[in-house]
């Protein structure tokens, strides 16, 4: 399985991974998610990348910020080496490095109030990226005195650049970096900001004035998924923060709609890999 699609489901126990990638895929990579951040620095190759019904046409040192919980797939051109550096972050790790005057999520967060997941740096940063970069992977390889403090301190310096970046970044108001379609984008944010109220189709399909059947083929071909499965997804995903929050777990259950507690156990399983008892 490729590597992008290998944690889709369960936790990074570790704080970060590193991953320099360059190969040619011929596979077409379905949509998927993570339990956990992900920044993805594209260097080379022909791809598009799809994150939450929004398409990003990548160019190289473009750095695309994806929030935990939320659908991606890249689209890539097999004919050309797609080159790329992912990070996987550990939420945790990075709350406990964040300070009053930085919190090390805030470059996600912006991610989601902006729906804007790209990042593109003009070319006078991209040698100070590049230098960090490097440090970092030099230090992740290395075997020599205190490299593992070394690692872990390139990473927090590369994540406060990110947010930086991000805070500073003006890419959403260029429309050629994107393709969405408006009505998907709003029912997306409807369905993220009201998981716990009626979100079956009859209700979206009236909600938004559209047909079922418009609702159906237009969200799945610009999610990758049935407006049903995003929502379920969507919801055991909002269940385990609140587990991890403290909530019981029948009552986070119940918050998201389930209302047999059998069938909750079973839909968390089957996508997270674990029982709800397990996160801790």
């Known amino acids: 399985m490729p590597m992008e ?3 889709k ?10 991953f320099h990638i360059r190969d040619q895929i011929e596979l077409e990579l379905s949509y998927h998610y993570h339990e956990f951040n992900k920044v993805v620095i594209f260097l080379s190759g022909n791809v598009t990348y799809v994150v939450e019904g ?17 659908i991606h797939r890249p689209i890539i051109d ?17 709350l406990s490095h964040s300070a009053e005057d930085g919190n090390l999520l805030q470059c996600f967060h912006l ?47 590369l994540v406060v650049a990110f ?48 047909s079922k059947s418009y609702l159906m083929h237009r969200f799945k071909e610009l999610t990758g998924c049935s407006a049903h499965k995003y929502v379920r997804q969507k919801r055991l995903l909002w269940a385990a923060e609140m587990i991890r929050d403290g909530i019981p777990v029948i009552e986070a259950g119940q918050r998201c709609g389930f209302r047999d507690y059998s069938a909750f156990l079973r839909a968390f399983k089957q996508v997270f890999g674990i029982t709800p008892s397990e996160i801790g």
């Open 54 to 70: 929004k398409a990003y046409f990548l160019q190289p040192w473009d750095i695309l910020l994806v929030p935990h919980g939320q």
């Open 5 to 7: 699609e290998s944690a």
């Open 111 to 157: 991610a989601q109030e902006r729906k804007f997941a790209l990042i593109r740096l003009d070319a006078s940063l991209r040698p100070e990226l590049r230098r960090m970069l490097s440090v970092l992977e030099d230090a992740l390889h290395s075997t020599e005195f205190a490299h593992t403090l070394l690692a872990k301190a390139s990473f927090l310096q």
């Open 9 to 18: 489901r369960g936790y990074l126990h570790e704080d970060f991974r590193l």
């Open 78 to 94: 097999p004919s050309e080496p797609y080159e790329r550096i992912i990070l996987w972050m550990n939420t945790d790790y990075l």
């Open 163 to 210: 947010n930086r970046m991000a805070l500073r970044d003006a890419t959403s108001l260029n429309p050629e970096t994107y393709r969405s379609d408006p009505k998907v984008e709003e029912i997306l944010s409807y369905i993220n900001e009201n998981l716990d109220t009626d979100l079956s189709l009859d209700a979206m399909a009236s909600r938004f004035y559209i």
